[in-house]
Nanobody
Framework: QVHPVESGGGLVQAGGSLRLSCAAS????????MGWFRQAPGKERELVGW???????RYADSVKGRFTIARDGAKNTVYLQMNSLKPEDTDVYYC???????????????WGQGTQVTVSS
């Protein structure tokens, strides 16, 4: 099993930046990527993006060019750098250990408890 733990959420003004961290422990041979999704209570889950073990990244169109996923392998930590934040980015952000297949299909295997990001206008 993999256990992701998110941190770094908070309140930021529109146009500002925030960096989320995800410390992951454990292992699962099915996992080949770490990613992020966001979900508000009562709303559908929305993929933010992922970073594969091979270094390939994919992002949702809504965050492309503003968000970046990076990894510090020595610390088993994945980061989500969020720039030019908008009020519509307000959500609970979850780090997830994922399986990516056929380049674009994915399954969330494990995720953390989430961290709240609030962007004020």
């Amino acid at each position: 099993q993999v256990h992701p733990v998110e941190s770094g959420g908070g309140l930021v003004q529109a146009g500002g930046s925030l960096r989320l961290s995800c410390a992951a422990s454990g292992s699962d041979p099915n996992i080949n990527a770490m990613g992020w999704f966001r979900q508000a209570p009562g709303k559908e889950r929305e993929l933010v993006g992922w970073l594969t073990n091979g270094g390939t990244t994919r992002y949702a169109d809504s965050v492309k060019g503003r968000f970046t996923i990076a990894r510090d392998g020595a610390k088993n930590t994945v980061y989500l750098q969020m720039n030019s934040l908008k009020p519509e980015d307000t959500d609970v952000y979850y780090c997830s250990a994922m399986k990516i297949y056929n380049d674009y299909e994915y399954v969330y295997y494990y995720w953390g408890q989430g961290t709240q990001v609030t962007v004020s206008s």
